[in-house]
């Protein structure tokens, strides 16, 4: 590999840590710049899902104000993203990805739908609840979310992209608090589900992880991760849901597109 392509891999990885703190789907900036590198597509996802754990670590670390606010709602969904990630991961090895490559289109475009129309189904929820909001923590048990959240970690146990986009969209309608908090949640969710799926291709696959590739978004993610945690931090509800939106598009887009192309 030469200087300028390992520059430019470390240039996406940064990019893709830094999305997938404030929003999700920074595996639609890696996976195609890996592959225009000349990557095998099947290296390109291992490779990519190991590397960019680091991203999910420190934007997490980024997050640990607000995740001191929700520790109870961390372990209420923790569980159900990590046995989700399991069955996604096994779905990976046993089902063909056409199978996902027809659902996450579908996916994505409700949860882009859900952010748009968050501020108000989340009045509307208040309202039913009897209008107390008293933050994540005080809301009563919803096997309703965890069941979302459930289905979200198969999803991203298979099908890392965009799940970033997937969970804020239900957050947004179904946790109370404020969006940072649904962000820094869905932050360690996703981190948990990578983590999973990163264990499982080192059990599975060790011998399709280009390493170089992997320490190079490793890095990249790893600053990517806390710049995200500094710049998301600092959006005001608006901005933050206007990039989850955009963002959304962009990762509906491209799925279409692989779809139609496959």
Request: aromatic share 8%; hydrophobic share 60%; glycine share 12%.
């Amino acid at each position: 590999m030469e200087l300028w392509q390992s520059l430019l891999i470390l240039l996406a990885g940064v990019w893709a840590g830094t999305i997938n703190t404030i929003v999700g789907s920074g595996s639609l900036v890696t996976f195609p710049v890996l592959v225009a590198m000349g990557l095998n597509p099947v290296n390109a996802v291992v490779s990519n899902a190991i590397g960019l754990v680091a991203g999910g670590v420190s934007g997490a670390w980024g997050y640990r104000e607000e995740l001191r606010t929700v520790p109870r709602t961390l372990k209420r969904l923790l569980p159900a993203s990590i046995v989700g990630a399991l069955l996604g991961a096994w779905l990976l090895l046993h089902l063909p990805e056409s199978v996902f490559g027809i659902v996450s289109p579908i996916l994505v475009a409700v949860a882009v739908l859900l952010v748009i129309l968050q501020p108000r189904l989340a009045a509307w929820a208040k309202a039913r609840s009897g209008g107390v909001d008293e933050g994540p923590d005080a809301q009563p048990f919803s096997s309703a979310l965890v069941l979302l959240v459930f289905l979200t970690g198969i999803y991203g146990g298979y099908f890392t992209a965009a799940q970033g986009v997937i969970l804020m969209g239900i957050f947004g309608v179904m946790l109370h608090g404020s969006l940072q908090q649904a962000n820094a949640v869905k932050v360690v969710l996703s981190l948990a589900v990578n983590l999973v799926a990163a264990v499982a291709y080192l059990l599975f696959a060790f011998e399709r992880i280009d390493w170089l590739v992997a320490g190079l978004i490793a890095a990249g993610s790893l600053f990517g991760g806390w710049l995200g945690a500094k710049v998301g931090r600092r959006l005001s509800p608006f901005v933050l849901r206007a990039c989850i939106v955009v963002l959304g598009v962009v990762a509906f887009i491209h799925l279409i597109w692989q779809l139609v192309s496959a």
